[in-house]
């Protein structure tokens, strides 16, 4: 489903090997919390999502991790921004904005955090809208 509804929007989008279930579990452990059910189904067809300008639109399993455990546990980042506990990266725009589902409260919503001004904006209703969004406009939102 999702390789069909990326490829529908961008004809040109990259799509990678499936994430193993495995690695999926490992994430979760290091994390600490459960991936959103659309983002794990989207890995487990393809780990990652390139868009326009070979914009990672969707990270590889991995980054998403490491990404993840530096936001939440970086200390200059802390004296910097307001926290990230309630976020869950997975992506970003090539210039520095990262997207991110809520996850306290979880809710299926998508938001983008602006990196100049710690800003956070409501950017899509759920991950396929999201998708559709970026691939369609080249990921700036």
Known sequence: MWRQAATAVFPG????????PSELVAAETRLRRRLPAELRHLLLE??????????????????IVES???FWSDQRFAQLYMTFDAFLFFGD???GDQFAF???PERPDIFV???ESDSRRWVANNLQDYLGRSLQAGGDD
């Open 102 to 104: 809520v996850q306290k």
């Open 13 to 20: 989008v990259g799509l990678r090997e499936p994430a193993q």
């Open 113 to 115: 955090w602006e990196h």
């Open 68 to 70: 993840n455990l530096l």
């Open 93 to 95: 725009n090539g210039g």
């Open 46 to 63: 393809s780990n990652g999502v390139i868009g326009h300008n070979h914009v990672d639109t969707v990270w590889p399993i991995h980054q």
